[in-house]
């Protein structure tokens, strides 16, 4: 079992910058590959970014590209999501997920363990 817990999100505006982190607690994190979601009110959960477990690869959702950027620290088991140039399109709650394996992935279905999510609040 791998316990997640995201913290960071709150309001902020348009343009401004936010970072969220996932510590995790429970099995060996540098095991597990991470990924960030969101979910917007009525809306599916969707793919942001994510990070291997080494934290050597990382990927974007082409929304975020450029402006998201994810850097994990074993040491410490976080993972941290750096948010820049925020829009209001960015509001949702983010999650973070994790998964065993070599791979990453995109799908939320993918992912066997899950935090609660923070929210992010961004005005315009």
């Known amino acids: 079992q791998v316990q997640l817990v995201e913290s960071g999100g709150g309001l902020v505006q348009t343009g401004g910058s936010l970072r969220l982190s996932c510590a995790a607690s429970?099995?060996?994190?540098?095991?597990?590959?991470v990924a960030w979601f969101r979910q917007a009110p009525g809306k599916e959960r969707d793919f942001v970014g994510t990070i291997n477990w080494s934290g050597r690869y990382t990927n974007y959702a082409d929304s975020v590209k450029g402006r998201f950027a994810i850097a994990r620290d074993n040491a410490k088991n976080t993972v941290n999501l750096q948010m820049n140039s925020l829009r209001p399109e960015d509001t949702a709650v983010y999650y973070c997920?994790?998964?065993?394996?070599?791979?990453?992935?995109?799908?939320?279905?993918?992912?066997?363990?899950w935090g609660q999510g923070t929210q992010v609040t961004v005005s315009s």
């Open positions: 429970g099995r060996t994190f540098s095991n597990y590959n």
């Open positions: 997920a994790a998964r065993s394996g070599s791979s990453t992935s995109f799908t939320p279905s993918s992912y066997d363990y």
